[in-house]
């Protein structure tokens, strides 16, 4: 296939996925929502509109123009993660977009999803069965895609070091207040801490604000998503975790389905939200410069800002995890 073919028939997919009628994407939902508690409706649907949003032609032919795709066709392994639906398809897209062959090592906790997805993709061009394997077990590859925790990255590294490979660890988003957000910034900054139960790395799990900093404004601008806590799954981790900070006597603000706790790590457990005091800029741009290496996303206001309120889960085909250029490597590898 040329690139040309394939942008078209990943147009073809993103139309279909964009008019599949309600019937199908219950059913569809449904199972997605049997196979892993977390991945709801609301949010098989977010994950849906974020894929729509790659699977546009312009988008597509501006994206790969900036490339010089190989002329050698490869095998690449994917270890896909699981913490959110369908987060693997981005890697695949480009994968695929670049020539080269994919075998999918899937998580366990998101199979159902991506092979709708490849599914549909294999009756609009039937040519990508050559290109796409799934297996439990990779062998025969020449380059390696694993996206994992800092735990298993150490086993990554173990078994595919002598591989040409990305690695992906651990990674989380903050977001940067002035104190000055209005009520629809911080409503929005919400979105990024509460889309998807804050399990991705794209979520806000930290907070830094100013020493001054009161969190009424933002408790009242968040009480649209009060029905996250009736999310039993959601529910327990908070009942644990307020249990938790009772017992240690740890201080903490409460109001009602999340908590806010003063903290210096970055990676807060689900439903807590972990935040810091800064004094002045200059000590604000040296805390963010230590922990760039753990930063996915920082979100708030230019400077400190470099995705908007409410816009954290909404990446664009430019943007790589772990600003690691995925189709730079697929180009040379």
């Known amino acids: 296939m040329t690139a040309d073919e394939k942008v078209i028939a990943f147009h073809k997919l993103g139309q279909f996925l964009n008019n599949m009628s309600d019937d199908e994407f219950q059913t569809l939902a449904l199972n997605v929502k049997n196979e892993n508690p977390w991945f709801t409706e609301q949010n098989v649907r977010l994950a849906l509109n974020g894929i729509l949003d790659f699977l546009n032609e312009d988008k597509l032919r501006d994206w790969i123009s900036r490339y010089t795709l190989p002329k050698k066709n490869k095998t690449i392994a994917l270890v896909m993660a699981g913490n959110i639906p369908a987060v693997g398809f981005h890697d695949l897209l480009s994968v695929l977009i670049s020539g080269h062959r994919a075998q999918l090592k899937l998580s366990s906790k998101d199979i159902i999803l991506i092979q709708y997805i490849i599914n549909q993709l294999f009756k609009i061009e039937p040519r990508?069965?050559?290109?796409?394997?799934?297996?439990?077990?990779?062998?025969?590859?020449?380059?390696?895609?694993?996206?994992?925790?800092?735990?298993?990255?150490?086993?990554?590294?173990?078994?595919?070091?002598?591989?040409?490979?990305?690695?992906?660890?651990?990674?989380?988003?903050?977001?940067?207040?002035?104190?000055?957000?209005?009520?629809?910034?911080?409503?929005?900054?919400?979105?990024?801490?509460?889309?998807?139960?804050?399990?991705?790395?794209?979520?806000?799990?930290?907070?830094?604000?100013?020493?001054?900093?009161?969190?009424?404004?933002?408790?009242?601008?968040?009480?649209?998503?009060?029905?996250?806590?009736?999310?039993?799954?959601?529910?327990?981790?908070?009942?644990?975790?307020?249990?938790?900070?009772?017992?240690?006597?740890?201080?903490?603000?409460?109001?009602?389905?999340?908590?806010?706790?003063?903290?210096?790590?970055?990676?807060?457990?689900?439903?807590?939200?972990?935040?810091?005091?800064?004094n002045d800029e200059d000590a604000l741009r040296s805390r963010l410069s230590d922990l760039s290496e753990k930063i996915q996303v920082r979100i708030g206001k230019k400077p400190w800002g470099t995705v908007p309120f409410g816009k954290g889960q909404f990446p664009r085909l430019s943007d790589y995890a772990d600003n690691v250029d995925t189709m730079d490597f697929l180009s040379t590898v």
């Open 128 to 278: 990508f069965q050559d290109q796409i394997a799934i297996t439990d077990r990779l062998k025969n590859f020449d380059a390696v895609i694993a996206t994992g925790s800092d735990n298993t990255s150490r086993y990554f590294e173990y078994y595919f070091g002598k591989y040409p490979h990305i690695i992906r660890k651990n990674r989380t988003s903050v977001a940067v207040l002035d104190g000055h957000e209005t009520v629809e910034e911080l409503t929005a900054l919400g979105r990024d801490v509460f889309n998807y139960f804050g399990l991705g790395c794209r979520n806000v799990s930290k907070l830094f604000v100013p020493a001054d900093y009161t969190f009424d404004k933002l408790f009242e601008s968040w009480s649209s998503y009060e029905p996250v806590i009736h999310h039993h799954k959601y529910c327990n981790n908070y009942d644990y975790q307020k249990s938790i900070q009772l017992v240690n006597r740890i201080p903490f603000l409460d109001n009602g389905f999340v908590m806010f706790q003063e903290n210096k790590n970055l990676v807060s457990p689900i439903s807590v939200i972990y935040y810091e005091y800064y």
